[in-house]
């Protein structure tokens, strides 16, 4: 940050408190009333993040990590989402029953969010520039040409050859890899304290997924931002994350630093995706895959949601959901925990 | 950019051609006699009919006809209609109005149509989203003279808040809103339409999502990020129509009185006037050609995407 934008940025009025915490999730509930019934997306989430931190979100399609995200950001389309309870509180401020007006003015300078398509999520008839400039048009009413500069300015911190010549190209003309550091810098603008990344680099060729995860890593060192980095892919977030947490069927089952959830462990559900990344120390054998489906979420399965698809299954986890608990180093919610954990 | 207009320039000329010599050919394959009724009660004297055929060139076989004709079209010369008026002077006057009531029209389609749609697309399922739907319906399923004719009784008769007919060339703009309104009446329809499709389509977009993300006002991510993408195609309906429009309005201008194109046109066919019916179908087809090139240079700059080069 250069000071002329340090000193033009109003000082946000939203503090973290005294342990640096930034967000606070507290037993998030979202369904979605569809013609086919109540799908139930998240079943009563918390976790917390503060300044600096990366928390990784780990989970297959539809275990709720992305409602999660934009439920956060307050962008789920309500109706048919519906947040029946639950908190989200943003440096002690519940983000959930604020006025909308109030809230929109949280995102973007506070919480800001980087989605998984970039082309589909930048608008096509607007230069890059244009649309990064925006941020500072509409957050603290700079003109046209300022914002231009900053655009520069923020293309080049996010490493784009040429910022000054490309401010005015469109998304289209631009690489995958290019226009998620577009993405990047629009989410950074204005510094926000809490920075979303939802699949940042599922969309890409793997040299680049590594260095679009590299930048990220940086822009959160240089900035102490909380980052949430949600994906599905454990390989990514080995290296970045601090913690993570491990979501199925709308509840987050396993929580754990991120050297005990890759060394040790403790859900079998976490260590079911684990092995099912490919290993070069184990070529020719098959690759175990969690068999069958993520449950439907209008009918999720009584007891542990996983339970279907879970070898170690019995009776228990048929009829009683077990609950997130404290198991050596980390939390799972498995019955089974600690025979996981040792086995 | 520069390229790609003489490309469509010079892929105009055998639009033309063709369509021109079909008209010519058509016009001449009618059956009917030119002359006829020319003399009042009685037959012309084969003198007269001698001389208007040479003059006409109608005893020239069609493609020399043809031929002659073209030449002197080039040149600038729309030829005389069988009057003896030029009919440059005829059409000119006549474009002036036909011009004036297509822009109006235009400019209903674009305003209402537009706006319409836009509060039916963004309250969906609400109020005015079903009156817009069922208007419309309603208006798309009515024949354009069923319309005019009700509408030139109700607001030109009954009410007399519009002129009911307006014969003059120089008609005031003021007396020129209902007709234009018939005109524009059944596109008004189609561009809320469209505009209330696309729109629905648009507010679902990732960049939109994006745009509510990024913390812009309601406002501005629905009238800037969405408004932009969901007009390109209304913008395409609504130049395709204009080009349309300067062809003049058979329908609507006679219900009025119009002394437009259209009924130029029309009367052209009826008195087995060739050249008129000829020259005006050639420039029409010319702005009509025009009109969708600059369309098409609009698109452009509407959707970047789209490259011209």
């Known amino acids: ?343 | 950019m520069g390229k790609y207009i003489v490309r469509r320039l010079l892929q105009m000329i055998p639009v033309v051609l063709g369509a021109t010599f079909i008209i010519f050919a058509m016009v001449f394959a009618l059956p009917g006699d030119p002359t006829a009724g020319k003399c009042g009660e009685r037959p012309c004297s084969p003198e007269y009919v001698a001389k208007f055929r040479e003059e006409h060139n109608l005893n020239d076989p069609l493609p020399v006809q043809y031929g002659k004709y073209l030449g002197k079209f080039v040149q600038g010369d729309l030829g005389t209609n069988y009057y003896g008026i030029p009919v440059k002077e005829d059409l000119a006057k006549r474009y002036t109005i036909t011009g004036r009531l297509a822009l109006m029209a235009i400019a209903f389609e674009a305003v209402i149509g537009i706006l319409a749609g836009v509060l039916a697309g963004v309250r969906k399922g609400r109020f005015i989203d079903n009156l817009v739907t069922v208007s419309t319906l309603f208006v798309i399923s009515i024949p354009v003279f069923v319309i005019g004719v009700f509408m030139q009784y109700l607001f030109g008769i009954k009410w007399g808040i519009f002129p009911a007919t307006v014969p003059s060339l120089e008609a005031s703009t003021y007396s020129l809103i209902l007709p234009a309104f018939v005109l524009g009446s059944l596109s008004i329809a189609y561009v809320a339409r469209l505009t209330r499709t696309n729109l629905v389509e648009n507010l679902r977009a990732d960049y939109v999502r994006t745009a509510v993300a990024k913390g812009l006002t309601k406002k501005r991510a629905v009238g800037v990020h969405t408004l932009r993408n969901s007009l390109i195609p209304v913008v395409t309906f609504i130049g395709a129509d204009f080009g349309g429009l300067l062809g003049g309005a058979i329908v609507t201008e006679r219900i009025f009185n119009i002394q437009g194109v259209g009924g130029y046109i029309w009367k052209g066919i009826n008195s087995r006037d060739g050249v008129a019916v000829v020259s005006t179908v050639t420039v029409l087809v010319i702005v009509y050609l025009l009109v969708n090139l600059l369309v098409d240079l609009l698109y452009g700059v509407l959707d970047p995407r789209i490259s011209h080069d």
């Not at chain 1, 000071?3 to 998030?28: F, N, W």
């Not at chain 1, 600096?52 to 439920?71: F, H, N, P, Y």
């Not at chain 1, 700079?142 to 520069?152: F, G, I, L, R, T």
């Not at chain 1, 995958?176 to 969309?203: F, K, S, W």
């Open chain 1, 1 to 343: 940050m250069t000071t002329t934008t340090k000193s033009a940025a109003p000082a946000s009025s939203y503090k973290p408190d005294a342990d640096g915490r930034l967000l606070e999730v507290d037993d998030l509930h979202v369904e979605f009333h569809t013609p086919d019934g109540i799908a139930r997306a998240i079943n009563g989430v918390s976790f917390d993040l503060h300044e600096g931190e990366t928390l990784a979100i780990l989970g297959e399609s539809g275990s709720g990590k992305s409602v999660t995200a934009q439920a956060i950001m307050g962008i789920l389309d309500m109706p048919p989402a519906v947040i029946p309870s639950g908190s989200i509180r943003y440096c002690g401020q519940d983000l959930l029953t604020m006025p909308e007006e109030q809230r929109r003015k949280v995102r973007g300078p506070e919480i800001s969010m980087i989605f998984q398509d970039a082309l589909s999520s930048l608008n096509p008839t607007f230069p890059v520039g244009w649309q990064i400039g925006e941020m500072f048009r509409q957050h603290r009413g700079m003109n046209k040409s300022d914002a231009y500069a900053q655009a520069v300015r923020l293309m080049e911190r996010v490493a784009i050859p040429a910022a000054k010549e490309r401010v005015k190209s469109y998304p289209h003309q631009f690489s995958g890899g290019m226009r998620q550091r577009i993405m990047i810098a629009m989410a950074i603008a204005l510094d926000p304290a809490v920075l979303i990344a939802d699949e940042p680099t599922t969309a890409l060729d793997v040299t680049v997924q590594a260095q679009i995860m590299a930048l990220l890593a940086e822009l959160q060192e240089e900035r102490k931002m909380g980052l949430i980095l949600i994906t599905h892919d454990l390989g990514v977030v080995a290296d970045v994350a601090d913690r993570a947490a491990v979501m199925y069927a709308g509840r987050i089952v396993a929580r754990a630093g991120i050297e005990d959830l890759y060394a040790q462990p403790a859900h079998p559900y976490t260590r079911g995706l684990l092995e099912s990344i490919p290993r070069l120390d184990q070529k020719g054998q098959t690759l175990a895959a969690i068999g069958g489906l993520p449950p439907n979420l209008t009918r999720i399965p009584q007891g542990c949601a996983f339970n279907p698809r879970c070898r170690m299954a019995q009776d228990i986890c048929r009829t009683e959901l077990p609950a997130l608990r404290q198991v050596g180093q980390q939390q799972s919610a498995c019955h089974f925990a600690e025979e996981v954990l040792n086995g």
